[in-house]
């Protein structure tokens, strides 16, 4: 029975026990949510405690006092300072400038959000949060960029510079010159990615702003004006190193040399970088010195040799000569050197002309082994001017080399006829009529020449027949005349009428010249025979048109009773030559030679008062060859 009352008190206090805890739960449970139904109504518009903005807390208050306290906790967006720099420039801004600005009133909105989320556990979770561990959050600020940008416009109108490229040119003999600039822009973009952070951070900074430079490809060109100041600054004298006198040298002005110039562009191929280089103007101071080229040239001259008849050895009489010709070229590039040197006087290049036969060449070497062919002339009766013109001009030729295959002209090698080189005056015959003139007789020379070539077998490209027959080349030894010789005669007036022929063999030929007795005039050919024989025929004086009556004219020169022939009859005719060159039994080449003689008169002078001269007309004198 004890048993049992001690099991109900025992069952009764595990009854008061279980009801008690639910019940404590219960008042627990109500209490907290009469606290957070307390602390929800104290802070329902307040900012929840822990809530700091910028460091600054904000606990308990409301928006109204939070933003004033912020106000002052927050001066940045008047008081902060943004120094922005360029070189020794400087640009000292507010926020405020730069359109930034902290919003107290916003910030303080934010830090009221603060535990106010959607959901109830996210609000006791924030709240928790800033209550055990506080919540910082940032000010709310306003950034308008595009005042800061327009800030940047203006500074960049007094930075901002284009690229300006430094230049070179001449204006006459002046150096004209423009000097270059780097280009400068500011980078606003980059600026102002720079200037955001400082703001964002409400710190106060030094900017550097971003500028963008430019070098010109070319910035400084003073070294180069330099030079062609220099270079203009006297004359650019030019020598030729062989002359003896002034003769040999040519002056051109800076204002002349100015325009031979050229200024040009250059890219250095190793950095990259442009320049400007003065150069000459290959093409202009090549016509330059190709019009003093031939004044400057000196042929090559082959040596001259005599074939000695008895040891069939050639021997030299005259040396060969070497010649010179102007190297352009060479020229162009020494002036052009000295010139960036520094110096106003330069010689001339030139290079050599070897002669293609010297001092040591054999007859073997050439093919000139034996006596081809010779021919003589006779001019019986020859004043002594007119011998001396003979001699003076068949000398020229007397050792003269021909190359194979070539074609001599005589006019070439017979040069300026003329009293200083040794000439006398004799009959020519000239405008119609045969007068005294510096040279004459030379005819002789080409006639006796013609035949050479002629009878020699070489070809005859080029020769002209005497206005009328005359009678020194129809000679005989004998002196008597020969009229199978009319139509072989030829002559030369240099440098208009020539005579030439042409050496078809592969063998080099000697040319020698011997005046004779008998007033004769012998011309050898030596070289090696190649088996050519010569058939030829002369259709003689065909047409024939006898002279005109004598005329008789007037000289006041000439003393009363004087008579004087200043010119002689010939009967006009036509002659026509044919020539076959035979190699062997084979025809190697036919020509013919056509010669239409006028018909000349004879004409004497008188004296005024000569008595018993015959009353004659002039006949119209044909002009000559």
Known sequence: MKKS?????????????????????????????????????????????????????????????????????????????????????????????????????????????????????????????????????????????????????????????????????????DVIVKSGQVGLEVDIQGTLAQIAPALMRMEDAVIPLIVKETPPAILDVGPQAEMARQILSEDLVLTDPDAEDDAGTWTIAPQELASMLIITRSESSAEGESSYQIDLNQDLFEIYLESIKPGLSVAPINARFIFNDDTSQLEVIESATIGRELDVQASIETIEAALIEGAHQVNLQFQSLEPEVTDDATGEELGITELVHQETSYFYGSDAARVQNIETASAQFHGLLVPPGATFSMADALGNISLENGYAEALIIYGGQTIQGVGGGVCQVSTTLFRAAFFAGFPIPERHAHAYRVSY???????????????????????????????????????????????????????????????????????????????????????????KKVDYAADGAEIRVTRTVYKGDQVHFSDSFYTKFQPWQEIWEYGPGTEGIPETEAEDAPETN
């Open 5 to 173: 009352k001690e099991q109900n008190a025992t069952n009764k206090t595990l009854q008061q026990v279980f009801w008690a805890i639910p019940l404590s739960i219960f008042i627990f449970v109500l209490i907290g949510l009469a606290v957070l139904i307390g602390f929800e109504v104290v802070y329902a518009d307040r900012i929840y405690p822990g809530v700091y903005v910028e460091k600054t807390d904000l606990s308990g208050l409301t928006i109204t006092e939070a933003s004033q306290k912020l106000a002052e906790a927050l001066p940045y967006t008047y008081e902060g300072r943004l120094v922005l720099t360029y070189g020794d420039q400087s640009w000292e801004k507010r926020p405020i400038d730069l359109g930034y600005v902290v919003e107290p009133t916003n910030s303080a909105k934010k830090a009221l959000e603060v535990g106010r989320g959607a959901g109830y556990p996210e609000k006791l979770i924030e709240q928790g949060q800033a209550w055990f561990q506080g919540v910082q959050i940032s000010p709310a600020a306003y950034y308008d960029e595009r005042i800061a940008q327009i800030f940047l416009q203006n500074i960049a109108q007094g930075i901002d510079q284009p690229t300006i490229e430094a230049s070179l040119a001449l204006e006459g003999s």
């Open 473 to 563: 080349y129809e000679l005989r030894r004998d002196g008597s005349r020969d009229p199978n010789l009319a139509g072989l005669d030829a002559t030369v007036f240099v440098p208009i009428v020539d005579l030439k022929f042409t050496n078809d063999t592969e063998h080099w030929l000697l040319m020698e010249t011997y005046m004779g007795q008998y007033q004769s005039l012998t011309w050898k050919f030596y070289s090696t025979k190649d088996g050519r024989t010569v058939n030829w025929q002369t259709t003689g004086a065909t047409n024939i048109v006898p002279a005109p009556e004598p005329l008789y004219r007037e000289n006041p020169e000439l003393e009363k009773g004087e008579l």
